[in-house]
């Protein structure tokens, strides 16, 4: 099973970043996205979906629509410049599964 | 806060048995609706689910990971820890260990479930 994301995505700052990530057993299950800087581990930013933990910038918020979630990343800031990981079980739910990651260049 | 961190050799030899341990502070490992999980990552590559136990002793693990992987935990100690044998270069990555989230109305491994929070990580390099 696997889920796809677009390897990288470049926006200026203040405007909007949307990554992707599609799998087939998303209709059926939340999906989770973490944002990981150079040298830290990963921080989740969204979960279940569109839902966002506390510290977690409102500028940041997720979507889902069939077999793609999307994370939404309103008015960027050079800060965002990370790599951005969506998340969730095969359709049995006998394993976890990262995205390959999207690399969000804010230029 | 829940606090994590990994710690063991960084070098390992090929064909040897990668062992690591993770150190949990500000809250146990016994007794909590959590499972533990071990996730890794390949210098400049993406993310890679290892495994995770419950202090019941349940584990999951990758499915192609599975004949090398083992989680086990030290309670008295609030750790738990991954093996991994017969390494290879292949499995040069740094290591996180995770606490793992269940599905928040059934509390069960599978769907639904994500890691928060993460230790540091710690890279171990496999070579000769």
């Known amino acids: 099973y696997e889920l796809t994301q677009p390897p990288s995505v470049s926006v200026s700052p203040g405007q909007t970043a949307s990554i992707t990530c599609s799998g087939d057993?998303?209709?059926?299950?939340?999906a989770y996205w973490y944002q990981q800087k150079p040298g830290q581990a990963p921080v989740v930013v969204i979960y279940?979906?569109?839902e966002r933990p506390s510290g977690i910038p409102g500028r940041f918020s997720g979507s889902s629509s069939g077999t793609t979630v999307t994370l939404t990343i309103s008015g960027v800031l050079t800060e965002d410049e990370a790599d951005y990981y969506c998340?969730?079980?095969?359709?049995?739910?006998?394993?976890?599964?990262f995205g390959g990651g999207t690399k969000l260049t804010v230029l | 806060q829940l606090q994590l961190q990994e710690s063991g050799p960084g070098l390992v030899k090929p064909s040897e048995t990668l062992s690591l341990t993770c150190t949990v502070s500000?809250?146990?490992?016994?007794?909590?609706?959590?499972?533990w999980g071990w996730i890794r990552q390949p210098p400049g590559r993406g993310l890679e689910w290892l495994g995770s136990?419950?202090?019941?002793?349940?584990?999951h693990y990758n499915p192609s990971l599975k004949t090398r992987v083992t989680i086990s935990i030290d309670m008295s100690n609030n750790q738990f820890s991954l093996k991994l044998g017969s390494v290879t270069a292949a499995d040069t990555a740094v290591y996180y260990c995770?606490?793992?989230?269940?599905?928040?109305?059934?509390?069960?491994?599978?769907?639904?479930?994500?890691?928060?929070?993460w230790g540091q990580g710690t890279l171990v390099t496999v070579s000769s």
């Open positions: 500000g809250g146990s490992i016994r007794r909590s609706s959590y499972y």
């Open positions: 995770a606490r793992h989230v269940p599905d928040s109305l059934t509390g069960s491994f599978g769907v639904n479930n994500y890691f928060d929070p």
């Open positions: 279940k979906d569109n």
């Open positions: 057993a998303l209709p059926q299950q939340y």
């Open positions: 998340q969730s079980a095969d359709s049995s739910g006998t394993y976890q599964v």
């Open positions: 136990f419950y202090y019941t002793g349940t584990t």
